[in-house]
């Protein structure tokens, strides 16, 4: 089926740090997403993209948050500075709609971030 | 919260027997899809089923959904070991925003 890739599956780092996740989508897909899940905890939203844009975002997406998607190329989360409430698996997904039959959601297999 | 249970629940059954597992929410919604997490791996759907729905089948699996008790469950039948995973519900809002439950933690036993 449809694959989305992660790079890194693991990062460690020290706090204050930069990180940035990256995310190679479903081809074509054009609607993008991340999602945070704290070990044993469920899947929280925490932004989508479109167009160049962040339609959607949550509580937990901070100003240290950001995403992008330049030319095409990975779909990034980055953070400036971690903190250690950062750690968590990062879940990218991508659509190729914004819901209903045609937009069902195709996530990765996460991104661990460890922020020591 | 959307969910009315916090916590993850925890099910053991042995392979080849039925389970269903249930979530309740607390907004009002149309669209409640059901995903299953294997260990180490991202989220897969496995089910959408809306409102005008009531029931909605695939393959072994089957969903429920009732907007006046704001609950949706999913049963497994002939269950198998490779049925073991975390089962998620969510909920759907506008810009494909899901909001997930705490989840269903399926062990089956070969």
């Known amino acids: 089926g449809p694959k989305v890739l992660q790079i890194p599956s693991h990062q460690i780092i020290d706090m204050g740090q930069m990180v940035t996740l990256n995310c190679d989508p479903v081809?074509?897909?054009?609607?993008f997403y991340w999602y945070k899940q704290i070990l044993g905890q469920q899947m929280e939203f925490l932004v989508n993209?479109?167009?160049?844009?962040?339609?959607?975002k949550s509580k937990l997406f901070k100003d240290q948050f950001s995403v992008e998607r330049p030319d095409g190329s990975y779909f990034t989360l980055k953070i400036q500075p971690t903190a250690l409430e950062d750690s968590a698996v990062y879940f990218c997904?991508?659509?190729?709609?914004?819901?209903?039959?045609?937009?069902?959601?195709?996530f990765g297999e996460g991104s661990k971030l460890t922020v020591l | 919260s959307q969910w009315g249970e916090e916590n993850l629940q925890a099910l053991s059954i042995q392979e080849g027997e039925d389970v269903t597992m249930n979530c309740s929410y607390k907004?009002?919604?149309?669209?409640v899809q059901w995903y299953r997490q294997k260990s180490g791996k991202g989220p897969a759907q496995l089910i959408l089923?809306?409102?005008?729905?009531r029931e909605k089948r695939s393959g072994r699996l089957r969903a429920t959904l009732d907007t006046s008790s704001q609950s949706s469950s999913l049963s497994i039948t002939g269950t198998l070991a490779t049925d073991t995973a975390v089962y998620f519900c969510?909920?759907?809002?506008?810009?494909?925003?899901?909001?997930f439950g705490s989840g269903t933690k399926l062990t089956v036993e070969p």
């Open positions: 997904a991508s659509s190729s709609d914004w819901g209903g039959d045609t937009g069902q959601l195709y």
């Open positions: 081809s074509n897909h054009l609607y």
């Open positions: 993209f479109y167009n160049g844009k962040v339609m959607e």
């Open positions: 907004t009002y919604t149309t669209v």
């Open positions: 089923i809306r409102s005008n729905e």
């Open positions: 969510a909920t759907e809002r506008r810009y494909n925003v899901l909001y």
